[in-house]
């Protein structure tokens, strides 16, 4: 088995840290596990991305584009800029959270006003989620990129025990308890 993951995002929203959870879990799964990351500006709200690469038999951190069995979205804009990125029988996870880019606050650029139908037609499948109010409802909007990684978490064939060893490994311990409802919550979307 091999499984290639490629998520997107604007700095802030924890993108590494999914890719984090994500890879973490794969480990624990048994599985040799590579990740790599773009920060771009990443402080200044530009554009990241991270590829987590899992399973046997591969010899590259990287993946070409159009290999992504998942890809993760935590702003949508992001989603359909990583498209290209998708196999065409791979799945979508974006998250409904609209940040508006300098360019189009500046009146350089426009937000799509079909984003919607946009996002349709780019991926066969596609969870469309409002993680930021399944955060919020959990108490901490800081949640919704583990929401996400939740909403993600069938598609990648990895069992429980590891998404909670993951989260774990991976978070302060005062806030596993909330990590963990949150990637329930993200299964349950």
């Given at each position: 088995m091999l499984k290639n993951v490629m998520l997107c995002g604007v700095?802030?929203?924890g993108i590494l840290f999914a890719a984090k959870i994500i890879a973490v879990a794969a480990e624990l799964s048994g599985y040799d596990v590579t990740t790599n990351e773009l920060h771009g500006m990443a402080q200044r709200g530009g554009s990241v991305t991270a590829q987590v690469?899992?399973?046997?038999g591969f010899h590259s951190p990287l993946f070409r584009e159009g290999e992504a069995d998942v890809l993760c979205a935590l702003e949508p804009v992001?989603?359909?800029r990583c498209a290209h990125w998708l196999k065409a029988d791979g799945k979508a996870a974006v998250s409904k959270q609209r940040l508006i880019p300098?360019?189009?606050?500046t009146g350089r650029a426009t937000y799509p006003a079909d984003l919607d139908e946009r996002l349709t037609?780019?991926?066969g499948v596609l969870k469309y989620i409002d993680c930021?109010?399944?955060a919020l409802k959990l108490g901490d909007l800081r949640l919704a990129n583990t929401v996400m990684v939740g909403a993600l978490s069938g598609w990648l064939g990895l069992p429980e025990a590891s998404w909670q060893g993951a989260v774990e490994?991976?978070?302060?311990t005062g806030l596993v308890?909330?990590?963990?409802?949150?990637?329930?919550?993200?299964?349950?979307?």
């Open positions: 700095g802030g929203q690469r899992f399973g046997d992001e989603g359909l300098v360019t189009v606050s037609r780019s991926f930021c109010a399944i490994r991976s978070v302060k308890e909330n990590n963990m409802a949150a990637l329930k919550a993200g299964q349950e979307a």
